[in-house]
């Protein structure tokens, strides 16, 4: 086996840095793709629009906008950034108030159980 | 608040013309999330919120606008530039080669840089420009291979509209990770090269 001289050994450094490189990025690629097999939903962004997110969570518009208690509007435009804002709220409970009402949307969710009585606890 | 959702808010408040204003400047070269917002597009399609052949259009049109742009610039502004360091410091046989090796391999290189590597896109414009790669041959290959990227984009975007965030992270990991295997082909060969001159000249 030959001696490499240190150019040489500098394109064998570069080739294994690409190489590594290469496969940490298609490992990145290949997460969200194996995250979204199991998990059907992308999380809710500021951005979108409840058109979006009943777009993107397979929910009739209508139950979204029940949650947030607006009028239905076919092309609302506005960002849940926008909503919240005149709502005054945070982007996290419009958030939370939209996951909500996608939950109870949809259909094979088993009635909850009745809550434990306790004389005690209520007022 | 990232500028991704920004772009996104933008698009959707305003539509086509941010659509078109935004890969124009991101395809000179401002690094803005572009990929997404195409993706993004193709979803705001199916959604009856754009309309998609408007936005293969405007986006093609941008696209191949902005590669002239950058193009030009560095043609018309980077190669005096050039110019004058090659003659206060010489290197001119070096920038000679560059120009030949430009010429013979550029083609591919730019139809390439479009849609499979598009990270490389701005930087391909500005060493074309520089290396005088002859303007009509630059749009022969620029404008398949952007209207190719638009095409792939908003196709994937519309097809899996519920989910574009997930699609434009695996687009974008894609293209670096080819972009990286590339790199490890082509050092590969060159090391190959060292181990076995004898046996590689022959068969070239």
Redesign the interface.
């Known amino acids: 086996m030959k001696k490499l001289t240190w150019r040489q050994s500098l394109v064998a450094v570069a080739f294994l840095l690409s190489l590594s490189l290469g496969i940490f990025f298609v490992i990145r690629a290949v997460r969200p793709a194996i995250y979204w097999h199991y998990h059907q939903d992308e999380p809710i962004r500021g951005w979108m629009t409840m058109g979006y997110v009943a777009h993107s969570y397979h929910v009739p518009p209508y139950v979204l906008h029940q949650a947030l208690g607006l009028p239905e509007k076919p092309h609302d435009k506005r960002p849940l950034r926008e909503i919240a804002k005149a709502q005054n709220r945070s982007i996290d409970e419009i958030r939370t108030a939209l996951l909500e009402a996608i939950v109870q949307a949809r259909r094979p969710y088993p009635a909850s159980p009745s809550p434990p009585t306790n004389p005690e606890a209520s007022p | 608040?990232s500028i991704?959702?920004?772009l996104?808010?933008a698009v959707?408040?305003y539509g086509l013309p941010v659509l078109f204003g935004v890969i124009l400047i991101a395809s000179v070269g401002v690094p803005f999330p572009i990929s997404m917002t195409l993706v993004a597009a193709g979803?705001?399609a199916?959604?009856?919120?754009m309309k998609l052949v408007p936005v293969i259009i405007a986006a093609s049109i941008a696209a191949i606008l902005g590669d002239q742009i950058g193009y030009g610039l560095s043609r018309w502004g980077g190669r005096r530039l050039i110019d004058r360091i090659t003659r206060r410091l010489g290197g001119a046989a070096k920038i000679k080669r560059a120009e030949a090796v430009s010429k013979k391999w550029g083609g591919p290189g730019i139809f390439f840089s479009r849609w499979l590597v598009t990270a490389l896109g701005p930087w391909l414009n500005f060493t074309s420009g520089m290396a005088r790669y002859p303007w009509r041959r630059f749009i022969v290959w620029d404008a398949p291979g952007q209207v190719l990227w638009v095409v792939l984009y908003v196709t994937l975007g519309y097809i899996f509209?519920?989910?574009?965030?997930?699609i434009a992270?695996?687009l974008g990991?894609?293209a670096?990770?080819?972009l990286?295997?590339t790199?490890?082909i082509i050092?590969?060969f060159?090391?190959v090269r060292?181990?076995r001159p004898a046996r590689f000249a022959r068969s070239l």
């Open positions: 608040m991704t959702d920004q996104l808010e959707l408040l979803s705001f199916k959604q009856g919120e509209s519920d989910r574009v965030q997930y992270e695996i990991n894609l670096w990770a080819i990286a295997l790199a490890a050092l590969g060159r090391l060292y181990f």
